[in-house]
């Protein structure tokens, strides 16, 4: 089992890394954007936002939305093209057990999360010296968002029919509840209602933990936002494996 | 002789009420080269993947080397080595990476299956192109590239869907002449072809599907003997006249040196050609107007 699940993830690694100007570019030259244009050009008429610099407060923010697009689009363009040209078929005849499987690909969207967003780390640390308050707080958050946009990258694989399939949910779905997670700004200064629906987007309590990782401000406890993301992986990681376990969309019925 | 691979009652409907396998019982002795012969849309596609775990039963059982399949999930899938009809690999992976990784899902240590994959590659006159991309390669390539990675787990037994499919006659008769020495070194090995030459030439056994139903299943040199006419067509040396008859056949001229002769039950080809020196005429070249099998597989499926 350990051999198939290091050959999942080798293969993983090498395909994102064969096709690494579509995978690693694109998000650097995104990320320069950003800093240039709400940092370095409207940064400086925001001012500060909880006491902090504008450009360090969205840094955080930044290589997170990165860690989970990248993770999520690993799965979903992986599996989904494992079954589109049926080398699906490779696994479903080996010995690999599913779950196996499942680990395999959702481990290739942590690895390409973690490239990705040591990437673009980087980068950003030519335009901002990077603070870190606790490197462990950024390491469990990393861990814990790419393996939940992981696994949902795998879902919406599973039920992808088309290619449209798999951009639906990243474009109309994470990419706005992304930006509503406090990315930009603190909820703090949100209306009521605005802050109050603000909780019941999970991304709001990753970004919150990684913003505590590296600048030592948070809104929320760090249980309760190091909770909201286990509860979210465990519910996936079954929904996942009763997938597989029942062939959805894989063996013909 | 023990069963290499047998089914009971095996039956497929698709959830679109499509009955591709109507209960059948199929028999393949250990060491066999068997062939599985149907028309298109006859169930042999489905049969084989349910039988490698691609597809679930409707009802009906598996047993491979005396292992239920549902019981014994993956001693079975460790046995059995599956070359799809369809292309299945991914287009933009180098051919060694293929085979390396389909060693390594089977529990082959990278290390391990780099030498395996390089046999076979080698084997299958694919080692100059490893580092190439499957999708670079012709249709036959591909084929050799399937065979080779469904033998990346050294299985016990084979099973070939369209092999030769768009492969040509020289790659053909080496891979025909491979599969006989995986065959006689033990390996049992169940064939699908449209190529109905390439069964009668490799195969000992027999299946014939039509419409999901077992319509024969037998010794091959047993079923052909069921062929009692074979059309054979003889140029002669000398021009033939408008009728010519030889006993117990029915002879057509096509042309001044072309004859058709359909033999009679008990009618030798030797008989055929002495019949036909006894009226001066000589023989130049002889050859089979129809492949036995087909005919007999016409009959069958017709």
């Known amino acids: ?253 | 002789m023990p069963l290499a691979l047998s089914t009971d009652n095996l039956a497929k409907t698709y959830s679109n009420n499509l009955e591709a396998l109507k209960g059948i019982n199929l028999k393949v002795e250990k060491g066999d080269f068997f062939a599985l012969l149907g028309s298109n849309g006859a169930g042999k596609t489905t049969a084989i993947g349910i039988i490698s775990g691609l597809l679930k039963s409707t009802s009906g059982e598996v047993v491979i080397d005396g292992l239920n399949q549902k019981k014994h999930v993956n001693e079975i899938k460790q046995m059995i080595g599956l070359m799809p009809q369809e292309f299945n690999f991914n287009p933009h992976e180098p051919n060694i990476e293929i085979l390396i990784n389909q060693g390594g899902y089977f529990g082959i240590p990278r290390k391990e299956a780099k030498t395996q994959a390089e046999i076979l590659l080698k084997k299958m006159e694919l080692w100059d192109r490893r580092f190439d991309v499957a999708q670079s390669l012709s249709g036959g390539m591909k084929r050799r590239l399937m065979l080779a990675r469904a033998l990346m787990h050294k299985p016990k037994i084979l099973i070939l869907d369209e092999p030769t499919a768009g492969v040509d006659v020289e790659i053909r008769q080496s891979m025909w002449h491979y599969l006989t020495q995986l065959n006689n070194e033990g390996m049992t090995i169940i064939l699908t072809t449209h190529y109905l030459e390439e069964a009668e030439s490799l195969c000992r056994n027999i299946a014939i599907l039509n419409n999901g139903v077992l319509v024969e299943q037998s010794n091959m040199k047993k079923l052909l003997s069921k062929a009692k006419r074979q059309v054979i067509i003889i140029d002669t040396v000398e021009k033939l006249s408008e009728n010519i008859e030889i006993s117990n056949c029915d002879c057509e001229v096509i042309d001044e040196n072309t004859l058709q002769v359909s033999q009679g039950e008990g009618i030798t080809i030797s008989d055929v050609i002495s019949a036909l020196k006894a009226q001066n005429i000589n023989v130049s070249h002889l050859r089979s107007s129809q492949n036995r099998l087909e005919s007999l597989f016409l009959s069958l499926t017709s």
């Open chain 1, 1 to 253: 089992m350990w051999i198939a699940y290091k050959t999942i993830v080798i293969k993983e690694i090498l395909r994102f890394s064969r096709i690494w100007v579509q995978t690693i570019v694109p998000p650097v030259i995104t990320t320069s954007l950003y800093l240039l244009i709400f940092g370095g050009l409207m940064g400086s008429r925001i001012g500060q936002m909880r006491g902090i610099d504008y450009l360090d407060f969205i840094v955080p923010g930044i290589i997170l939305m990165t860690v989970i697009m990248q993770s999520y689009a690993n799965t979903v363009s992986s599996f989904f093209m494992t079954k589109y040209n049926n080398s699906f078929e490779e696994l479903l005849v080996s010995t690999t057990p599913n779950w196996v499987i499942l680990l395999g690909f959702v481990s290739g969207g942590v690895a390409r999360g973690f490239c990705v967003g040591a990437a673009v780390t980087f980068t950003i640390s030519f335009f901002v010296e990077i603070k870190i308050y606790s490197l462990l707080i950024i390491a469990v958050t990393f861990f814990l968002t790419s393996i939940m946009f992981a696994l949902a990258g795998f879902i919406n694989a599973v039920f992808a029919k088309t290619f449209d399939d798999i951009s639906i949910i990243p474009n109309f779905v994470l990419l706005p509840l992304t930006y509503l997670s406090g990315m930009f700004y603190s909820i703090d200064i949100l209306p009521s209602f605005w802050q109050g629906l603000s909780v019941f987007n999970p991304i709001f309590y990753m970004m919150d933990s990684f913003r505590l990782g590296f600048l030592g401000i948070g809104s929320v406890e760090l249980w309760k936002a190091f909770l909201v993301p286990i509860f979210m992986i465990i519910v996936l990681a079954f929904a996942a494996n009763f997938m597989l376990n029942r062939g959805v969309s894989i063996k013909t019925e």
